[in-house]
C-alpha cells in the first residue's frame, strides 16, 4: 500500500507541475495580449485627443469668424441707417 501511495503522490506531482505549466503559458499569453491592447488603447486615446485639440482650435476659430461676421453686419446697418437731419448727433 505504501508504494501504492507513493505512486499517486509522484503521478499527482507529475499532474500538478503539467497543470502549473498550463496555468502559466495561459497566464504569459494572456499577458501578451493585453499589452497588445493597451498599446491599442493608448493609441486610440492618443487620436482622440489630437482630435479633441483639433475640434477646440476649429470651434475657437469659428467663434472669432463668428464674432467678426456680427461686427461688419453691425457696420453695414450703421452704414445703412438714415440719419433724421432734425436729431441732434449726441
Known amino acids: 500500500m505504501r508504494n501504492n501511495g507513493r ?3 509522484v503521478a499527482g506531482w507529475a499532474s500538478a ?3 502549473f505549466a ?3 503559458a495561459e497566464r504569459d499569453a494572456l499577458r501578451e495580449k493585453l499589452f497588445e491592447v ?3 488603447r ?3 486615446l492618443a487620436a482622440l485627443r489630437e482630435l479633441q ?3 477646440a482650435a476649429m470651434r475657437s476659430q ?9 461686427r461688419e453686419r453691425a457696420i453695414a446697418r450703421a452704414r445703412a441707417a438714415q440719419r433724421d437731419p ?3 448727433l449726441n
Do not use: K, Y
Open 7 to 9: 505512486r499517486v503522490v
Open 17 to 19: 507541475r503539467e497543470m
Open 22 to 24: 498550463n496555468v502559466t
Open 38 to 40: 493597451s498599446r491599442d
Open 42 to 44: 493608448d493609441g486610440i
Open 53 to 55: 485639440a483639433d475640434v
Open 62 to 70: 469659428a467663434e472669432q469668424r463668428v464674432a467678426e461676421l456680427h
Open 86 to 88: 432734425t436729431l441732434p
